[in-house]
């Protein structure tokens, strides 16, 4: 039990990180990096 609610704090974690990473930078960086592979 504990580490399926380990996982789910991670995810938890990690779902958090995704969303103010993607506020602050993740458009330019996604920008950078499709221009990058395409350009």
């Not at 580490?3 to 950078?32: E, P």
Request: glycine fraction near 6%; hydrophobic fraction near 60%.
């Amino acid at each position: 039990m504990s580490r399926s609610r380990f996982f789910f704090a991670w995810m938890l974690v990690v779902a958090v990180a995704v969303v103010l990473v993607w506020s602050c930078t993740g458009r330019s960086l996604l920008l950078l990096a499709s221009s990058r592979c395409c350009g």
